[in-house]
């Protein structure tokens, strides 16, 4: 029986690591901490969340809440992990990120099929189709296993910058001057410990607080990288830098809240979002940014409620490296230039937790099926996991990291349907296919 070579423990390497395991293939998952760690990582434990604590929405009305509910229905490791340790956070499913972790470690050491190994990987190890190799080092690849990745698939390497949102202790919020509610409430009353604490500007406080992320100083990136980033997760600083009311419309928008103190919409909030299960710390959702830490302390502090606002982690950007999937990558996820090399997660050009993850689990999936003798047999392109597959093979002259959409599904035939009807007939048709492909398809369920 082949032994499979996982790089990495972080989502995708760990769920792929699970769902080889879970099907009867032995595991070797290398990961580099304790030895080292990437600028971002701070614990030894697997799965370290360094960005938000929040998997996002669970909605099957939007592409990563029916994501999710497909991965928990297909078995998932770090679906059913997340649902052991969620913390509230209204219509979003958050965890407790360190009990997070720990149950992943947990669960991965007391596996018999999984071999841990601590070490620092600076090339691709060898692999061959029956010893195959999967990397899924996230997107802060070292260095040197970067720079190899790249000699094997040339200019298809690439780079841009994600940001951290910084996270500020509880007990330092003045809650006289802020208040909790959900956007349009979503059956969560005002003042309930689900919803999300918002901090409220009239439109003095708000035009003199972008006035100062402007002219703040930030930290400038070194003179041989170039900044490229990610749409969907920009610093807020780039985004005030495209005009004065970009943040209103963005993370500070105001819409479906209302200040119960006041009876009125405020001109714009800071939201935050509680980053474990006893609320002692909030994470400033969408907050990320590249202003210098002093700069941060004293900017921040100008957020009504934040005055006195105790940082338990300041604001940073990270590199994330990734492939050009569509030309590197074939329908198994395989590098075409080394067969018997997998890319699993972000180094993929996925861009988010629940994607990761996904593309660990599908990548597992898939090369379980190939290991023991059956056709390869991936979850159908109707459903949010075949998205996967999906994104990463559509051809286009500027790949780009992206997180799951209701793109990476084809659409539905009746166009007369409304948005909302539309995307619900969507999920019945992903979950209805998913539920076939898992009783159906070989090995589509662990056993």
Not at 332 to 340: C, E, F, K, T
């Amino acid at each position: 029986m082949a032994t499979v070579t996982v790089v990495g423990a972080g989502l995708a390497g760990c769920e792929a690591a699970w769902q080889l395991a879970e099907r009867g293939v032995d595991v070797r998952l290398i990961e580099q901490k304790p030895l080292a760690r990437t600028p971002a990582q701070t614990t030894d434990t697997f799965c370290e969340l360094v960005c938000s604590n929040s998997m996002r929405g669970a909605s099957l009305a939007n592409a990563v809440g029916l994501l999710k509910e497909e991965l928990r229905r297909a078995g998932s490791l770090i679906l059913s992990s997340a649902d052991a340790t969620r913390v509230p956070a209204g219509g979003a499913l958050a965890v407790d990120r360190e009990r997070f972790s720990a149950t992943v470690t947990e669960r991965l050491r007391a596996h018999p099929r999984v071999t841990l190994e601590s070490r620092v990987v600076e090339s691709i190890p060898e692999a061959s189709h029956s010893s195959p190799v999967v990397l899924a080092t996230g997107p802060l690849t070292g260095d040197a296993l970067a720079a190899d990745l790249a000699r094997v698939v040339g200019r298809g390497h690439l780079a841009y910058y994600d940001a951290i949102a910084p996270i500020v202790s509880a007990d330092s919020i003045d809650w006289d001057k802020v208040f909790k509610q959900s956007r349009y409430g979503k059956g969560i009353e005002v003042g309930d410990d689900e919803a999300y604490v918002n901090c409220p500007f009239d439109e003095l406080q708000y035009r003199a607080f972008v006035a100062d992320v402007l002219a703040a100083q930030k930290v400038e990136p070194r003179g041989f990288e170039e900044v490229r980033y990610f749409e969907g997760c920009l610093p807020i600083e780039v985004m005030a830098s495209r005009g004065e009311m970009t943040l209103a419309f963005g993370p500070m928008k105001p819409v479906g809240l209302c200040d119960p103190r006041t009876g009125e919409r405020p001109f714009a909030v800071v939201q935050l979002r509680p980053e474990d299960a006893a609320a002692t710390a909030y994470n400033l959702v969408g907050f990320q940014t590249r202003m210098t830490w002093p700069e941060q302390g004293r900017v921040l502090r100008t957020i009504p409620g934040l005055e006195q606002a105790e940082l338990h982690r300041y604001g940073s950007v990270h590199r994330n490296t990734f492939v050009d999937a569509p030309r590197v990558l074939d329908t198994r996820m395989q590098l075409r230039a080394r067969p018997g090399v997998y890319l699993a997660g972000q180094v993929s050009g996925v861009e988010g937790y629940v994607e990761s993850c996904a593309g660990g689990f599908v990548c597992g999936v898939m090369l379980a099926q190939s290991l023991l003798g059956h056709v390869v047999t991936p979850p159908p392109p109707t459903t949010a996991l075949g998205g996967v597959l999906t994104h990463l093979g559509r051809d286009t002259n500027d790949y780009q990291p992206s997180n799951v959409t209701w793109a990476w599904l084809p659409p539905m035939t009746d166009r007369r349907m409304k948005k909302r009807e539309r995307y619900e007939a969507m999920s019945e048709r992903a979950l209805s296919d998913l539920g076939k492909w898992i009783d159906g398809a070989p090995l589509a369920r662990a056993a």
